[in-house]
């Protein structure tokens, strides 16, 4: 028996990246997937992901949906509901980063990333639980950042985004402890997608970076898809309210 044999998976923003590496690995183990997108560009790139996790034998769908906005956040998850029963495990992933330095930050800039990275993993949280309340049972994850606990200079916005989602796990995973849902965070440190592809564009920050990350190396969307197969699975049953950081022990 697969370690997520049956088990139905909401994960946002899983086109590409972390997201679509998470996918990846959780339909290795047998779980069911739902994975949402935003933007027309990225129907090709999810399409072709739904026939790749399908050679897994089995369910996969993906859905146009901006996790920044409530409504279409509930109606994503009802969609979801409607077409796999329920849903065990929601990874709350999708995120942007949009770097400058607070002189230079604008309102919009920073609205636009607490929308994106914050509001998200409370508009889909808020509807996930009432079918693991159903079931008392159910794992939430939530995809945060190493930024978010050490802070970086021209990432204020991105850090009090991904600062917001610890405390925000925590306080749910108190809330929902004795329904049996599990609530977790992941931060990950330096990942290769096309979030840090400017590491590639630019090879004496590359180095230079490396050489704060005792591992020696930047880390894949695989590492995350593992560590979201402890947290989604009963490995991690007597685990909650945790921040696993997944960074090549970056923050040691
Ligand atoms: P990416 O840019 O490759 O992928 C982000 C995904 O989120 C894309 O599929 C995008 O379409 C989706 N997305 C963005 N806004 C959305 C919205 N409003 N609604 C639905 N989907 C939306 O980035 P990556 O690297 O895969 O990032 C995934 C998550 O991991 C993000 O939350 C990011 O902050 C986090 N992270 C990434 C790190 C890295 O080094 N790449 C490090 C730490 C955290």
Not at 189 to 196: A, C, N, R
Request: glycine fraction near 8%.
């Amino acid at each position: 028996m697969k370690l997520l044999e049956h088990k139905v998976v909401v994960i946002s923003g899983g086109a590409r990246g972390i997201g679509a590496g998470i996918a990846r690995i959780l339909a290795q183990h047998g779980a069911h997937i739902a994975f949402s997108f935003v933007s027309n560009s990225s129907i090709d790139a999810a399409n072709a992901l739904v026939n790749e996790l399908e050679t897994n034998h089995i369910k996969a769908k993906c859905y146009q949906s901006n996790a920044a906005d409530y409504k279409q956040s509930e109606s994503w998850i009802q969609d979801v509901l409607k077409d796999f029963g329920t849903i065990d495990i929601c990874i709350n992933n999708a995120g942007i980063a949009i770097d400058n330095l607070i002189l230079r930050l604008s309102v919009e800039q920073w609205q636009e990333t607490q929308r994106t990275n914050l509001d998200s993993v409370f508009n889909i949280t808020k509807h996930v639980i009432k079918p693991m309340l159903k079931a008392r049972s159910g794992s939430i994850i939530n995809i945060s950042s190493i930024i978010g606990i050490k802070g970086n200079a021209g990432q204020s916005a991105y850090a009090a985004s991904k600062a917001g989602i610890i405390g925000f796990t925590k306080s749910i995973a108190l809330e929902l402890a004795s329904r049996n849902i599990r609530c977790n965070a992941i931060a990950p440190g330096f990942i290769e997608t096309d979030m840090t592809k400017y590491l590639k564009e630019k090879p004496d920050d590359a180095k230079n970076l490396l050489t704060k990350i005792p591992l020696n190396t930047f880390g894949t969307p695989t590492d995350i898809g593992n560590a979201c197969l402890y947290l989604g699975s009963h490995l991690s049953q007597y685990v909650t309210g945790q921040v696993i950081s997944v960074c090549g022990g970056m923050n040691i």
